[in-house]
């Protein structure tokens, strides 16, 4: 097989920085790591684990959250919403979770 010099490039520019995302990750997921702290509405902090998982979903760019019942998943999708570069965005819920998700973005942030 050949390459031109300018895909070859763009291979090793993309390999560089999946490794450097595969190692981002991997410190996310370790239990000492601590997540940077995104502020929120006065009084209300979220979350290591929902931090982690904002911080996981800004590498990615995409994160499949299956936490259970309870474990603040939409704070969790919030939270990534306060990442940069990541506004507009559009949330699709199930029919009967739109105003849960009204009163949490109000609850916990600016956003409108």
């Known amino acids: ?25 991997e410190l996310i997921s370790l239990p000492e790591y601590k997540a940077a702290h995104i502020t929120l509405t006065p009084g209300k902090e979220a979350r290591d684990y929902q931090l982690k998982a904002a911080e996981f979903h800004a590498i990615t760019k995409r994160y499949l959250l299956g936490d259970d019942l309870g474990l603040g998943k939409t704070l969790s999708a919030i939270l990534t919403l306060l990442q940069p570069g ?3 965005a559009v949330a699709v819920v199930q029919t009967h979770l739109t105003t849960q998700w009204q009163e949490e973005i109000k609850q916990y942030t600016s956003l409108s």
């Not at 097989?1 to 450097?20: C, F, G, M, P, V």
């Open 1 to 25: 097989l050949n390459i031109s010099t300018s895909d070859l490039k763009l291979l090793r520019a993309q390999k560089r920085t999946y490794e450097k995302n595969s190692q981002a990750l």
């Open 86 to 88: 990541t506004l507009p």
